[in-house]
T-cell receptor
Framework: DGGITQSPKYLFRKEGQNVTLSCEQN?????MYWYRQDPGQGLRLIYY???????QKGDIAEGYSVSREKKESFPLTVTSAQKNPTAFYLC????????????FGPGTRLTVT | DAKTTQPPSMDCAEGRAANLPCNHS???????VYWYRQIHSQGPQYIIH???NNETNEMASLIITEDRKSSTLILPHATLRDTAVYYC??????????????FGKGTTLSVSS
């Protein structure tokens, strides 16, 4: 089946550690996105990538890093510089150009203590 | 910031139509209106989108006013499984050829029997 996978669903880390969240898609989409969601809030854009080996900062990129070495993969690293990393992280993808919808993965809930 | 305004919550009886309003008075001529919904702790699910004509699919209908400053999502026969947060989104341009979804807080729809 085509879709987006994120792993793991739940992730626990100690403060001061970097952690990488996985996002893989087999939809052959060019564009991929990372969003963060806090309780009772909407989604906020962290990073996006429109093509392999290129990515851009979203609204809240500080404390995060990404890479896009393959079309299918867009991992997100939450660094120790991110002051409030505990959140629900969502990855999405879409074809580039045109009014296409975004497809979302199931999300990873990160808890940092 | 989100370019849309939605009521924070709505109630609907099972089997009745749910009409969810959205204001987007600053929408530009080439911007589409999208609707997504999010069931607790899952990734958002695409529902429908439109530019200026009314749209219908197997999930819902989208009614856009002639001046495009507001729209209404209609779930014709709401079920308990339609209980979710519904987001009305105006897709905005980012970068040279990409677009992103700007999520607000949405409307929490509660369907009861």
């Amino acid at each position: 089946d085509g879709g987006i996978t994120q792993s793991p669903k739940y992730l626990f880390r100690k403060e001061g550690q970097n952690v990488t969240l996985s996002c893989e898609q087999n939809l052959n989409h060019d564009a991929m996105y990372w969003y963060r969601q806090d309780p009772g809030q909407g989604l906020r854009l962290i990073y996006y990538s429109q093509i392999v080996n290129d990515f851009q900062k979203g609204d809240i990129a500080e404390g995060y890093s990404v890479s896009r070495e393959k079309k299918e993969s867009f991992p997100l690293t939450v660094t120790s510089a991110q002051k409030n990393p505990t959140a629900f992280y969502l990855c999405a993808s879409s074809p580039n150009g045109g009014p296409y919808e975004q497809y979302f993965g199931p999300g990873t809930r990160l808890t940092v203590t | 910031d989100a370019k849309t305004t939605q009521p924070p919550s709505m109630d609907c009886a099972e089997g009745r139509a749910a009409n969810l309003p959205c204001n987007h008075s600053t929408i530009s001529g080439n911007e589409y209106v999208y609707w997504y919904r999010q069931i607790h702790s899952q990734g958002p699910q695409y529902i429908i989108h439109g530019l200026k004509n009314n749209e219908t699919n197997e999930m819902a209908s989208l009614i856009i006013t002639e001046d495009r400053k507001s729209s209404t999502l209609i779930l014709p026969h709401a079920t308990l499984r339609d209980t979710a947060v519904y987001y009305c989104i105006v897709r905005v341009a980012i970068g040279q050829a990409g677009t992103a979804l700007i999520f607000g807080k949405g409307t929490t729809l509660s369907v009861s029997s």
